[in-house]
Protein backbone atom coordinates (compact mmCIF):
# COMPACT_ATOMS: atom_id res chain seq x y z
CA UNK A 1 0.00 0.00 0.00
CA UNK A 2 0.94 3.67 -0.86
CA UNK A 3 0.02 6.89 0.58
CA UNK A 4 -0.51 9.08 -2.63
CA UNK A 5 -1.42 12.90 -2.51
CA UNK A 6 -3.83 14.12 -4.76
CA UNK A 7 -5.54 17.74 -6.33
CA UNK A 8 -9.19 17.50 -7.00
CA UNK A 9 -9.52 18.89 -10.04
CA UNK A 10 -12.50 20.91 -10.03
CA UNK A 11 -11.93 22.30 -6.49
CA UNK A 12 -7.90 21.77 -6.14
CA UNK A 13 -8.84 20.48 -2.68
CA UNK A 14 -5.72 18.31 -1.58
CA UNK A 15 -7.23 13.85 -1.04
CA UNK A 16 -4.78 11.58 0.33
CA UNK A 17 -5.56 7.97 -0.53
CA UNK A 18 -4.26 4.83 0.03
CA UNK A 19 -3.62 2.38 -3.16
CA UNK A 20 -2.04 -0.50 -4.04
CA UNK A 21 0.42 -0.55 -7.05
CA UNK A 22 -1.87 -1.27 -10.69
CA UNK A 23 -4.75 -0.94 -8.68
CA UNK A 24 -7.68 1.23 -10.01
CA UNK A 25 -10.10 2.88 -7.51
CA UNK A 26 -12.92 5.66 -7.45
CA UNK A 27 -11.93 8.61 -6.11
CA UNK A 28 -14.67 11.03 -4.71
CA UNK A 29 -13.62 14.38 -3.57
CA UNK A 30 -14.87 14.76 0.37
CA UNK A 31 -15.28 18.62 -0.77
CA UNK A 32 -16.90 19.10 -3.95
CA UNK A 33 -18.07 15.35 -4.54
CA UNK A 34 -16.61 15.05 -7.64
CA UNK A 35 -15.70 11.54 -8.62
CA UNK A 36 -12.55 10.32 -11.15
CA UNK A 37 -11.13 6.93 -11.41
CA UNK A 38 -7.42 6.76 -10.62
CA UNK A 39 -4.36 4.30 -11.22
CA UNK A 40 -1.09 4.42 -9.66
CA UNK A 41 1.25 3.09 -12.04
CA UNK A 42 3.01 -0.27 -11.81
CA UNK A 43 6.49 -0.38 -10.49
CA UNK A 44 7.29 -1.83 -14.59
CA UNK A 45 5.30 0.59 -16.43
CA UNK A 46 7.36 3.81 -14.08
CA UNK A 47 10.43 2.57 -15.20
CA UNK A 48 9.04 1.82 -19.13
CA UNK A 49 8.36 5.29 -18.94
CA UNK A 50 11.58 6.68 -17.45
CA UNK A 51 13.59 4.42 -19.82
CA UNK A 52 12.27 6.25 -23.00
CA UNK A 53 14.47 8.17 -24.91
CA UNK A 54 14.01 11.23 -26.71
CA UNK A 55 14.59 11.70 -30.36
CA UNK A 56 13.65 14.96 -30.48
CA UNK A 57 14.26 17.52 -28.16
CA UNK A 58 12.57 21.60 -28.82
CA UNK A 59 13.69 24.14 -26.84
CA UNK A 60 12.14 27.63 -26.84
CA UNK A 61 11.98 27.83 -30.20
CA UNK A 62 11.24 30.74 -31.55
CA UNK A 63 9.93 32.05 -35.21
CA UNK A 64 9.11 35.41 -36.56
CA UNK A 65 8.49 36.25 -40.44
CA UNK A 66 9.12 39.97 -41.29
CA UNK A 67 9.75 40.90 -37.94
CA UNK A 68 6.47 41.27 -36.71
CA UNK A 69 4.22 37.96 -37.57
CA UNK A 70 5.72 35.21 -34.79
CA UNK A 71 4.73 32.03 -36.57
CA UNK A 72 6.38 30.30 -33.77
CA UNK A 73 6.13 31.49 -30.44
CA UNK A 74 8.63 29.69 -27.60
CA UNK A 75 7.99 25.89 -27.69
CA UNK A 76 9.26 23.28 -26.26
CA UNK A 77 8.78 19.37 -26.86
CA UNK A 78 10.07 16.11 -26.75
CA UNK A 79 9.24 13.47 -29.12
CA UNK A 80 10.35 10.03 -27.56
CA UNK A 81 11.61 6.93 -30.18
CA UNK A 82 9.57 4.85 -31.73
CA UNK A 83 6.43 6.69 -30.76
CA UNK A 84 3.94 9.05 -33.09
CA UNK A 85 4.02 12.37 -32.68
CA UNK A 86 1.17 14.20 -33.70
CA UNK A 87 1.02 17.88 -33.75
CA UNK A 88 -2.31 19.11 -34.01
CA UNK A 89 -3.57 23.07 -34.83
CA UNK A 90 -5.79 24.97 -37.27
CA UNK A 91 -4.90 26.79 -40.60
CA UNK A 92 -1.98 29.04 -39.59
CA UNK A 93 -1.10 27.68 -35.96
CA UNK A 94 2.85 27.54 -36.89
CA UNK A 95 2.83 23.63 -38.18
CA UNK A 96 4.48 24.01 -41.54
CA UNK A 97 6.98 25.93 -40.20
CA UNK A 98 8.17 24.25 -36.84
CA UNK A 99 8.69 21.16 -39.41
CA UNK A 100 10.44 22.92 -41.97
CA UNK A 101 13.39 24.10 -39.29
CA UNK A 102 13.35 20.58 -37.89
CA UNK A 103 14.11 19.65 -41.10
CA UNK A 104 16.96 22.39 -41.58
CA UNK A 105 14.75 23.92 -44.40
CA UNK A 106 14.14 26.87 -42.44
CA UNK A 107 16.10 28.53 -40.10
CA UNK A 108 15.14 29.72 -36.49
CA UNK A 109 15.10 32.96 -35.14
CA UNK A 110 15.80 31.31 -31.57
CA UNK A 111 15.97 28.35 -29.59
CA UNK A 112 17.23 24.46 -29.90
CA UNK A 113 16.46 21.22 -31.68
CA UNK A 114 18.69 18.47 -31.44
CA UNK A 115 17.68 14.85 -33.11
CA UNK A 116 18.99 12.24 -32.28
CA UNK A 117 21.78 14.35 -30.74
CA UNK A 118 22.44 16.04 -33.57
CA UNK A 119 21.98 19.66 -33.49
CA UNK A 120 19.91 21.38 -36.30
CA UNK A 121 21.96 24.03 -37.06
CA UNK A 122 25.39 22.75 -36.46
CA UNK A 123 24.98 19.35 -37.89
CA UNK A 124 22.86 19.93 -40.43
CA UNK A 125 24.52 17.06 -42.93
CA UNK A 126 23.95 14.62 -40.21
CA UNK A 127 20.85 15.82 -39.41
CA UNK A 128 19.67 14.68 -42.81
CA UNK A 129 20.74 11.76 -43.14
CA UNK A 130 18.40 10.50 -40.40
CA UNK A 131 15.58 12.43 -41.52
CA UNK A 132 12.61 11.81 -44.46
CA UNK A 133 9.86 14.41 -44.88
CA UNK A 134 6.60 14.65 -46.41
CA UNK A 135 6.19 18.45 -47.61
CA UNK A 136 2.62 19.85 -47.06
CA UNK A 137 2.36 20.32 -50.85
CA UNK A 138 3.07 17.00 -52.93
CA UNK A 139 6.78 17.30 -54.62
CA UNK A 140 6.65 14.93 -57.13
CA UNK A 141 7.53 15.48 -60.13
CA UNK A 142 4.12 15.49 -62.91
CA UNK A 143 6.22 14.16 -65.87
CA UNK A 144 8.12 11.44 -64.50
CA UNK A 145 6.55 8.46 -64.14
CA UNK A 146 6.41 6.80 -59.95
CA UNK A 147 9.27 4.98 -60.65
CA UNK A 148 11.52 7.67 -62.40
CA UNK A 149 10.64 10.28 -59.37
CA UNK A 150 11.39 7.43 -56.99
CA UNK A 151 14.64 6.35 -58.65
CA UNK A 152 15.32 10.40 -58.95
CA UNK A 153 15.39 10.58 -55.18
CA UNK A 154 17.23 7.85 -54.88
CA UNK A 155 20.20 9.62 -57.24
CA UNK A 156 20.05 12.62 -54.78
CA UNK A 157 20.84 10.11 -51.63
CA UNK A 158 23.99 8.44 -53.69
CA UNK A 159 21.88 4.89 -53.69
CA UNK A 160 23.83 2.73 -56.39
CA UNK A 161 21.90 2.01 -59.19
CA UNK A 162 21.05 -1.88 -58.40
CA UNK A 163 20.04 -1.41 -54.79
CA UNK A 164 17.94 2.06 -56.11
CA UNK A 165 16.14 -0.27 -58.17
CA UNK A 166 15.44 -2.94 -55.61
CA UNK A 167 14.15 -0.31 -53.03
CA UNK A 168 11.93 1.48 -55.57
CA UNK A 169 10.18 -1.83 -56.17
CA UNK A 170 9.98 -2.56 -52.55
CA UNK A 171 8.58 1.22 -51.82
CA UNK A 172 6.24 0.80 -54.61
CA UNK A 173 4.84 -2.49 -53.09
CA UNK A 174 4.68 -0.97 -49.72
CA UNK A 175 2.49 2.19 -51.01
CA UNK A 176 0.41 -0.41 -53.33
CA UNK A 177 1.52 1.88 -56.82
CA UNK A 178 3.13 -1.04 -57.98
CA UNK A 179 0.86 -1.78 -61.01
CA UNK A 180 1.03 2.20 -61.67
CA UNK A 181 4.61 1.99 -61.34
CA UNK A 182 5.13 3.44 -65.22
CA UNK A 183 2.62 5.86 -65.52
CA UNK A 184 3.35 9.33 -65.47
CA UNK A 185 2.16 11.27 -62.71
CA UNK A 186 0.02 13.58 -64.87
CA UNK A 187 -2.84 10.43 -64.89
CA UNK A 188 -2.27 10.21 -60.75
CA UNK A 189 -5.47 11.16 -58.43
CA UNK A 190 -4.25 13.30 -55.52
CA UNK A 191 -4.14 9.98 -52.94
CA UNK A 192 -1.88 8.19 -55.25
CA UNK A 193 0.32 11.21 -55.21
CA UNK A 194 0.02 11.54 -51.50
CA UNK A 195 1.24 7.45 -51.34
CA UNK A 196 4.12 8.32 -53.79
CA UNK A 197 5.49 11.43 -51.68
CA UNK A 198 5.17 9.39 -48.60
CA UNK A 199 7.43 6.46 -50.55
CA UNK A 200 9.94 9.13 -51.61
CA UNK A 201 10.62 10.14 -48.20
CA UNK A 202 11.05 7.00 -47.07
CA UNK A 203 13.95 6.36 -49.53
CA UNK A 204 16.76 6.94 -47.24
CA UNK A 205 15.60 4.81 -44.81
CA UNK A 206 14.65 7.91 -42.06
CA UNK A 207 15.26 7.10 -38.00
CA UNK A 208 12.50 9.63 -38.51
CA UNK A 209 9.91 10.54 -40.63
CA UNK A 210 8.32 13.93 -40.68
CA UNK A 211 4.87 14.59 -42.47
CA UNK A 212 2.94 17.15 -42.80
CA UNK A 213 -0.07 16.71 -43.41
CA UNK A 214 -0.50 13.65 -44.94
CA UNK A 215 -3.99 12.97 -45.29
CA UNK A 216 -5.28 16.74 -46.14
CA UNK A 217 -8.02 16.89 -48.52
CA UNK A 218 -7.78 12.92 -49.08
CA UNK A 219 -11.06 10.53 -49.54
CA UNK A 220 -12.00 8.32 -46.68
CA UNK A 221 -9.97 5.16 -48.41
CA UNK A 222 -6.89 7.20 -48.88
CA UNK A 223 -6.61 8.64 -45.73
CA UNK A 224 -6.99 5.16 -44.16
CA UNK A 225 -4.41 3.25 -46.82
CA UNK A 226 -2.36 6.38 -45.70
CA UNK A 227 -3.26 5.33 -41.59
CA UNK A 228 -2.27 1.91 -42.33
CA UNK A 229 1.33 2.86 -43.77
CA UNK A 230 1.96 5.01 -40.98
CA UNK A 231 1.31 2.45 -38.54
CA UNK A 232 2.99 -0.50 -40.72
CA UNK A 233 6.18 2.19 -40.65
CA UNK A 234 5.79 3.07 -36.36
CA UNK A 235 5.70 -1.01 -36.10
CA UNK A 236 8.53 -1.63 -37.85
CA UNK A 237 10.29 0.89 -35.44
CA UNK A 238 10.48 3.92 -36.93
CA UNK A 239 9.61 7.16 -35.08
CA UNK A 240 6.78 9.47 -36.99
CA UNK A 241 6.15 12.98 -36.39
CA UNK A 242 2.75 14.12 -37.96
CA UNK A 243 1.29 17.22 -38.29
CA UNK A 244 -2.60 17.29 -38.85
CA UNK A 245 -5.74 19.81 -38.71
CA UNK A 246 -7.68 16.39 -37.82
CA UNK A 247 -8.56 15.76 -34.80
CA UNK A 248 -9.52 11.86 -35.37
CA UNK A 249 -6.31 11.51 -37.53
CA UNK A 250 -4.41 12.59 -33.83
CA UNK A 251 -6.68 10.52 -32.04
CA UNK A 252 -6.46 7.46 -34.00
CA UNK A 253 -2.42 7.85 -34.73
CA UNK A 254 -0.75 9.64 -32.39
CA UNK A 255 0.50 7.74 -29.21
CA UNK A 256 1.14 11.52 -27.56
CA UNK A 257 0.19 15.07 -28.84
CA UNK A 258 0.64 18.71 -28.72
CA UNK A 259 -1.86 20.67 -29.94
CA UNK A 260 -0.64 24.14 -31.27
CA UNK A 261 -2.45 27.40 -32.06
CA UNK A 262 -1.20 30.80 -32.80
CA UNK A 263 2.08 29.73 -32.29
CA UNK A 264 1.80 28.35 -28.88
CA UNK A 265 1.62 24.88 -27.54
CA UNK A 266 -1.32 25.52 -25.40
CA UNK A 267 -1.55 21.49 -24.33
CA UNK A 268 0.50 18.19 -24.32
CA UNK A 269 -0.22 14.65 -23.87
CA UNK A 270 -1.90 11.21 -24.54
CA UNK A 271 -4.88 11.74 -26.63
CA UNK A 272 -6.47 9.76 -23.13
CA UNK A 273 -5.06 12.26 -20.79
CA UNK A 274 -6.06 15.20 -22.86
CA UNK A 275 -9.45 14.34 -22.73
CA UNK A 276 -9.82 12.79 -19.35
CA UNK A 277 -7.86 16.35 -18.08
CA UNK A 278 -10.32 18.77 -19.69
CA UNK A 279 -13.14 17.27 -21.65
CA UNK A 280 -16.21 16.04 -20.03
CA UNK A 281 -18.84 13.60 -21.26
CA UNK A 282 -22.35 14.33 -22.68
CA UNK A 283 -25.70 12.95 -22.32
CA UNK A 284 -28.14 14.40 -24.86
CA UNK A 285 -31.49 13.84 -24.12
CA UNK A 286 -34.47 13.82 -27.29
CA UNK A 287 -38.55 14.16 -26.55
CA UNK A 288 -41.08 14.76 -28.79
CA UNK A 289 -40.47 17.90 -30.92
CA UNK A 290 -44.27 19.18 -29.70
CA UNK A 291 -43.90 17.66 -25.68
CA UNK A 292 -42.03 21.03 -24.33
CA UNK A 293 -43.80 20.18 -21.13
CA UNK A 294 -41.17 17.09 -20.50
CA UNK A 295 -38.19 18.58 -21.46
CA UNK A 296 -38.51 21.48 -18.91
CA UNK A 297 -39.97 18.89 -16.33
CA UNK A 298 -36.61 16.42 -17.10
CA UNK A 299 -34.74 19.62 -17.22
CA UNK A 300 -35.68 20.88 -13.74
CA UNK A 301 -35.31 17.05 -12.10
CA UNK A 302 -31.59 16.37 -13.46
CA UNK A 303 -30.44 19.87 -12.53
CA UNK A 304 -30.62 18.34 -8.88
CA UNK A 305 -28.94 15.15 -9.67
CA UNK A 306 -25.35 15.29 -7.79
CA UNK A 307 -22.56 14.84 -10.23
CA UNK A 308 -24.03 16.54 -13.25
CA UNK A 309 -22.04 19.37 -14.20
CA UNK A 310 -24.52 21.68 -16.57
CA UNK A 311 -27.67 20.87 -18.10
CA UNK A 312 -28.44 22.79 -21.07
CA UNK A 313 -32.01 24.70 -21.47
CA UNK A 314 -34.51 22.91 -23.90
CA UNK A 315 -35.14 23.47 -27.51
CA UNK A 316 -31.23 24.77 -27.52
CA UNK A 317 -29.30 23.49 -30.70
CA UNK A 318 -30.65 21.84 -34.00
CA UNK A 319 -34.08 24.35 -35.00
CA UNK A 320 -36.16 20.19 -35.18
CA UNK A 321 -34.58 19.22 -32.30
CA UNK A 322 -36.58 19.55 -28.37
CA UNK A 323 -34.04 17.87 -25.89
CA UNK A 324 -30.95 18.77 -23.55
CA UNK A 325 -27.52 18.31 -23.23
CA UNK A 326 -25.79 17.28 -20.01
CA UNK A 327 -22.39 17.79 -19.39
CA UNK A 328 -20.36 15.39 -16.73
CA UNK A 329 -17.67 13.67 -15.49
CA UNK A 330 -18.42 9.79 -15.24
CA UNK A 331 -20.99 10.16 -18.08
CA UNK A 332 -21.47 5.93 -18.28
CA UNK A 333 -22.24 5.75 -14.61
CA UNK A 334 -24.43 9.03 -14.92
CA UNK A 335 -26.58 7.45 -18.15
CA UNK A 336 -28.14 5.15 -15.93
CA UNK A 337 -28.69 7.40 -13.00
CA UNK A 338 -30.72 9.90 -15.82
CA UNK A 339 -32.93 6.71 -16.98
CA UNK A 340 -33.58 5.89 -13.55
CA UNK A 341 -34.56 9.58 -12.57
CA UNK A 342 -36.78 10.00 -15.91
CA UNK A 343 -38.33 6.63 -15.02
CA UNK A 344 -39.32 7.31 -11.61
CA UNK A 345 -40.76 10.94 -12.49
CA UNK A 346 -42.74 8.76 -15.43
CA UNK A 347 -40.91 11.48 -17.95
CA UNK A 348 -41.26 9.93 -21.32
CA UNK A 349 -38.65 10.85 -23.61
CA UNK A 350 -37.67 9.65 -27.44
CA UNK A 351 -34.00 8.71 -27.29
CA UNK A 352 -30.73 9.36 -25.03
CA UNK A 353 -26.93 9.27 -26.09
CA UNK A 354 -23.78 9.23 -24.28
CA UNK A 355 -20.50 10.29 -25.83
CA UNK A 356 -17.16 11.00 -24.25
CA UNK A 357 -15.14 14.16 -25.43
CA UNK A 358 -13.03 14.77 -28.19
CA UNK A 359 -9.52 16.02 -28.74
CA UNK A 360 -12.18 19.08 -30.41
CA UNK A 361 -13.46 19.54 -26.89
CA UNK A 362 -10.55 20.02 -25.83
CA UNK A 363 -9.11 22.27 -28.13
CA UNK A 364 -12.25 24.39 -27.25
CA UNK A 365 -12.26 24.58 -23.96
CA UNK A 366 -8.42 25.83 -24.26
CA UNK A 367 -8.86 28.55 -27.02
CA UNK A 368 -12.55 28.78 -27.33
CA UNK A 369 -12.17 28.18 -31.17
CA UNK A 370 -13.33 24.71 -32.75
CA UNK A 371 -10.88 23.15 -34.95
CA UNK A 372 -13.90 21.86 -37.12
CA UNK A 373 -12.12 21.23 -40.53
CA UNK A 374 -13.26 17.73 -40.77
CA UNK A 375 -15.19 18.63 -44.11
CA UNK A 376 -12.39 21.22 -45.59
CA UNK A 377 -11.35 20.04 -48.38
CA UNK A 378 -7.69 21.34 -50.04
CA UNK A 379 -7.08 20.30 -53.85
CA UNK A 380 -3.39 18.17 -53.68
CA UNK A 381 -1.88 19.60 -56.54
CA UNK A 382 1.84 18.95 -57.68
CA UNK A 383 3.87 21.95 -56.98
CA UNK A 384 6.94 20.90 -59.15
CA UNK A 385 10.01 19.46 -59.30
CA UNK A 386 11.44 18.32 -56.32
CA UNK A 387 15.48 19.14 -56.08
N1 LIG B 1 7.37 32.59 -45.55
C1 LIG B 1 6.51 33.23 -44.75
N2 LIG B 1 6.49 34.57 -44.68
C2 LIG B 1 5.66 35.23 -43.85
N3 LIG B 1 4.77 34.61 -43.04
C3 LIG B 1 4.75 33.27 -43.08
C4 LIG B 1 5.61 32.51 -43.93
N4 LIG B 1 5.35 31.19 -43.73
C5 LIG B 1 4.38 31.13 -42.81
N5 LIG B 1 4.00 32.37 -42.41
C6 LIG B 1 2.99 32.70 -41.40
O1 LIG B 1 3.30 31.99 -40.22
C7 LIG B 1 2.13 31.49 -39.59
C8 LIG B 1 2.21 29.98 -39.45
O2 LIG B 1 2.17 29.39 -40.74
P1 LIG B 1 2.32 27.83 -40.98
O3 LIG B 1 2.41 27.60 -42.45
O4 LIG B 1 3.44 27.32 -40.16
O5 LIG B 1 0.93 27.29 -40.40
P2 LIG B 1 0.29 25.83 -40.46
O6 LIG B 1 -0.04 25.45 -39.07
O7 LIG B 1 1.19 24.92 -41.21
O8 LIG B 1 -1.05 26.10 -41.27
P3 LIG B 1 -1.82 25.15 -42.36
O9 LIG B 1 -2.64 24.18 -41.59
O10 LIG B 1 -2.68 26.11 -43.11
O11 LIG B 1 -0.79 24.51 -43.22
C9 LIG B 1 0.97 31.97 -40.46
O12 LIG B 1 0.48 33.16 -39.91
C10 LIG B 1 1.61 32.23 -41.80
O13 LIG B 1 0.90 33.20 -42.51
MG1 LIG C 1 1.00 23.81 -42.88
Redesign the pocket.
Known amino acids: MLEVKLECPKCKNQITIQVKQGEKILITCPKCKTQGTFTLPTEKSVQQESKKEDILIVEHLRKT ?2 KD ?1 L ?2 DNISFRVHKGEIFGFL ?10 IKILTTLLKKTSGKATIDGFDIDAQQAQVRRIIGYSS ?1 DVGVDNDLTARENLLLQCQFHHIPKKKAKKKVDELLKTVKLIEAADRRLKTFSGGMRKRLDLASSLVSGPKILFL ?2 PTTGLDPQSRQDIWDYVIKLNRQGMTIFL ?1 T ?1 YMEEADHLANRLCI ?1 DQ ?1 KIVAQGTPAELKEKIGTDKIKLLFKIDDVESCEKARKLLFKLPGIETVGECGLGLVSENGLTIMTKNGSAMFVRVVRALDEEDISFEQLTLSVPTLDEVFLKLTGKTLDVIERKKAVKPVGRRR
Open positions: FDIAVGPNGAGKSTTQDETQIG
